[in-house]
């Protein structure tokens, strides 16, 4: 089992950011998805899921109307875009499947928030 985050940057308060994460070493389209981040110092939190096949979607309320989860299961990849960017969503983020299964982490991808 493998999670590959990618498309983390720096960005401007109030800019925009799509990062994804491609799974691969399971039947990815049998899986709920989530989005999880750490920032520096702090434990690792929930931020979004997406069901199994995209249509159901549920968020922190610290993201909820800024962020969107989706996925491509012909693709094996999960996305969050990100909206209205705050400081305080600076953190590695980090895809996986709800209560880590797999017991694997990805390197995750880093998204600082700054002007």
């Known amino acids: 089992v493998q999670f590959v985050e990618s498309g983390g940057a720096l960005v401007q308060p109030g800019g925009s950011l799509r990062i994804s994460c491609t799974g691969s070493?399971?039947?990815?389209?049998?899986?709920?998805m989530n989005w999880y981040r750490q920032p520096a110092g702090s434990e690792r939190d929930f931020v979004a899921s997406?069901?199994?096949?995209?249509?159901?979607?549920s968020y922190d309320v610290s993201v909820r109307g800024r962020f969107t989860i989706s996925r491509d299961n012909a693709k094996n990849t999960v996305y969050l875009e990100m909206n209205h960017l705050e400081p305080q969503d600076t953190a590695v983020y980090y895809c996986?499947?709800?209560?880590?299964?797999?017991?694997?982490w990805g390197q995750g991808t880093q998204v600082t928030v700054s002007s």
């Open positions: 997406v069901s199994r096949t995209g249509g159901g979607q």
């Open positions: 996986n499947v709800p209560g880590d299964p797999f017991h694997y």
């Open positions: 070493g399971f039947d990815f389209s049998d899986y709920v």
